[in-house]
Nanobody, 126 residues
Framework: VQLQASGGGLVQAGGSLRLSCAASGFASDYQSVAWFRQAPGKEREGVTCFRSGSNGPTYADSVKGRFTFSRDKAKNTMYLQMDSLKPEDTAVYYC????????????????????WGQGTEVTVSS
């Protein structure tokens, strides 16, 4: 399984970016998928996660109402639409998947995921 994240870049505060994460090598119905981010000098944190069979994505409070998760199974690709970006959103963003459906409590635990993309850098200028 290989995950390829893309779409990062430099954007001014208030702007938008859409990140993509394409899976290749093994097309399967991943039960648990997520986006994480890691800012310089900080720990990796969960941004959004989605578990098959749930009512919808779960978002971190810091991005709720601004970021939107979506997934195109036919393309084996998931997306993170990021609007109203803030300087504090500056980080390297990672996509992660796991074949099994994890518990809700594990959603933002990075150790829950077995496969990771290489990361795409997002810089938001003030």
């Amino acid at each position: 399984v290989q995950l390829q994240a893309s779409g990062g870049g430099l954007v001014q505060a208030g702007g938008s970016l859409r990140l993509s994460c394409a899976a290749s090598g093994f097309a399967s119905d991943y039960q648990s998928v997520a986006w994480f981010r890691q800012a310089p000098g900080k720990e990796r944190e969960g941004v959004t996660c989605f578990r098959s069979g749930s009512n919808g994505p779960t978002y971190a409070d810091s991005v709720k109402g601004r970021f939107t998760f979506s997934r195109d199974k036919a393309k084996n690709t998931m997306y993170l639409q990021m609007d109203s970006l803030k300087p504090e959103d500056t980080a390297v963003y990672y996509c992660a998947v796991r074949f099994n459906r994890i518990l809700y409590s594990m959603c933002f635990d990075s150790s829950s995921y077995y496969n990771w993309g290489q990361g795409t850098e997002v810089t938001v200028s003030s």
